[in-house]
Structure formats: structure tokens, C-alpha cells
């Protein structure tokens, strides 16, 4: 059995998780004895010679690969033995599990945003607890990512650019309906289904974004992270509106708006100097694309897009 809360010495989180002792060859159904490897180790079959990762047992789940990690926890490709599907299992460290105010605050916020199905959301499954980790379970979605995208200072092309973020502001606005903001829209947390579509992942943790912001921390990546959350005044929709578009300035410019050797430098960057113009970063743009990420990068939030205002698609 594979058990262990914390951190690994390359600073990944560590899961209290069962080994597996057999696996099925995928090609060939041979059954193999894995008792003697770890989770996640590869394996060769010996009839077949196909490739595969020794999975990891979580309660009802199988954990079949790490897709990603961060300080509150690790999300994991997963198959859910119960209904036969494959799910994206997002489990949060066991720290989080002790905190029952913060469990009982972040499941209520899961079932708010399991109530949210839409075409540019990840859609949220279920909620449960696994030897005392939080844990979510969620849509699937293998298109990759747009911090993936524009990794290296890669600048996308305009038009591309817009529709992401159209289909992206689609699904904030039907969140908004609902009375949801998402609190840390980056390009990491904008992912693409099978068909290309734009997909906003991680609404489910806004709960904990309340909880840092009641104890005098300021939760958010710092070059997406809009002013008035910055200074600790109540955020709303206008809060994700900012941070969104940051991240359209990032993707069309090659670099995020605000820079600076550290968090707070990037934050008084936004602070005290005025929104660079992307004409001035990329000449070329068409001057109502400068105009309307000048206008969602706002500092005063009542400046930015209201929720009721035309589409974005009218602007660009």
C-alpha cells in the first residue's frame, strides 16, 4: 500500500493512495503482476511489448496519470470504476481535509458549480473524501491548454485570439447568471475539449479564494489578478472581466501586461502605471481589439464591461 501526505523533494504534492497489484495490458489483455512496482511506473508487456503506466488505486478510482499539480493539491486522468468513465480527479491535500469549515465551504461551492452545464465550463460531476482528502471529480478534457499554447512568448494570431476568449466570456457570463465568479482566470485554467472549444476549468475553488481573502491573504496569480482583489475590496463578475483580460493581452502580446521580479512588484506595477497598449507591444492590431482589452483592464472595475453588455464578438 502507497500512503503519504505532503510534499516530495522535487515539490510535488504527495496523495494517500492504494498500489495496485495487477494491471490489464490494454493491447493484449494479458494480466500483469505490478505488485512489485510503484504507482505510476512504466511497463513494458511482456506478450505484446505495449507501453503502459501502473495505475494507482483512490478509493473508487483509478488514477492513471498526473495531468497537473499546485500548493493545494494534484488533478489526475482517473477512471471511475463505479460508472466506467474517464474523469479528470482533482484531490486536495489532506491539510484542506482537516479544515472542516473549509470543507463544508468547498463542497457547497462545488454543488453551485456541478448546477453550471455549459459548452465553455468543465463541468463539475461530483464531490467526495477520500481517507480524509477532498477530492473533485470532473469533465474530462483532453485539447490541451492555452498556457500551452503561448508557452515561450508565442503571440496568437488576432482572430483565434478573439474566439477563445468570446467562448471563454460566454461562460463566465452563464456562471454570473448563476451567481458564481471564478476568481483566477489565467490561461492554465482555459482549456479546449475535443472540437477546439474553449473551456474555463476551476470554478469549484472559489470558496477557498473567500477564505484567503477573510484571513488577509491575497489568493490569485499576480499578472491576471485584478486590482480591487489586489487591495482586498469585495470582488464580482467585473473582477473576472480584468483577469480575463489580462490574459487576452498575454496571449495577443507574447507577455502578460504587468511584469516584475516578484508578485508584489507585478501588483504595484498594475497599481501605479497605466495599461501598456498592445498597439504600442504588436503594431498591427485592429484598433478595437486595443480598445476593448484597454477597457476590461480597467482599474476602476465600473469602467469594465457590465455583465448586460453586448457581446464581446460585437466589439472585435
Known amino acids: 500500500m502507497e500512503k503519504g501526505c505532503g510534499v516530495s523533494k522535487d515539490g510535488a504534492t504527495i496523495i494517500d493512495s492504494d498500489r495496485v497489484s495487477q494491471l490489464v495490458c490494454a493491447e493484449c489483455q494479458k494480466v500483469l503482476d505490478v505488485s512489485h512496482l510503484p504507482s505510476f511506473s512504466e511497463i513494458n508487456c511482456p506478450e505484446c511489448n505495449t507501453r503502459q503506466i501502473v495505475p494507482a ?21 482517473a477512471m471511475d470504476k463505479e460508472l466506467g468513465r474517464h474523469v479528470a480527479l482533482k484531490v486536495m ?3 484542506l ?8 465551504s468547498f463542497k457547497h461551492e462545488a454543488q453551485a458549480a456541478a ?6 465550463v468543465v463541468q463539475i460531476y461530483s464531490f467526495g473524501q477520500f481517507r480524509g482528502q477532498p477530492y473533485i471529480v470532473m469533465e474530462l478534457v483532453s485539447g490541451g491548454r492555452l498556457d500551452e499554447m503561448i508557452a515561450g512568448g508565442k503571440q496568437m494570431e ?3 485570439a478573439l474566439a477563445i476568449h468570446i467562448e471563454v466570456a460566454e461562460g463566465l457570463r452563464a456562471a454570473s447568471g448563476l451567481g458564481l465568479i471564478h476568481s483566477d482566470i489565467k490561461p492554465a485554467n482555459i482549456l479546449f475539449g475535443q472540437d ?28 491576471y489578478i485584478a486590482p480591487e482583489k489586489a487591495r482586498g475590496k469585495k ?79 460585437d466589439q472585435a
Open 158 to 160: 488576432e482572430t483565434r
Open 196 to 223: 477546439g472549444e474553449a473551456k474555463v476549468v476551476d470554478f469549484g475553488l472559489a470558496s477557498f479564494v473567500g477564505q484567503q481573502q477573510q484571513s488577509g491573504q491575497i489568493w490569485g496569480t499576480p499578472y
Open 235 to 313: 470582488v464580482d463578475f467585473r473582477s473576472d472581466i480584468y483577469s480575463l483580460g489580462a490574459t487576452l493581452f498575454h496571449v495577443l502580446a507574447g507577455k502578460p501586461p504587468f511584469d516584475g521580479p516578484t508578485p508584489t512588484d507585478v501588483v504595484l506595477a498594475r497599481l501605479h502605471n497605466p495599461v501598456p497598449s498592445l498597439h504600442d507591444v504588436r503594431p498591427g492590431m485592429h484598433p478595437e481589439t486595443v480598445a476593448l482589452v484597454t477597457r476590461m483592464l480597467a482599474v476602476d472595475p465600473s469602467m469594465r464591461y457590465p455583465v448586460q453588455d453586448p457581446d464581446i464578438s
Open 93 to 95: 491535500k489532506k491539510s
Open 57 to 77: 488505486k483512490f478509493g473508487s478510482f483509478l488514477l492513471v496519470a498526473k495531468l497537473g499539480s499546485g500548493g493545494m493539491g494534484v488533478i489526475y486522468h
Open 115 to 120: 448546477a453550471l452545464n455549459h459548452r465553455n
Open 97 to 104: 481535509g482537516e479544515n472542516q469549515e473549509f470543507v463544508q
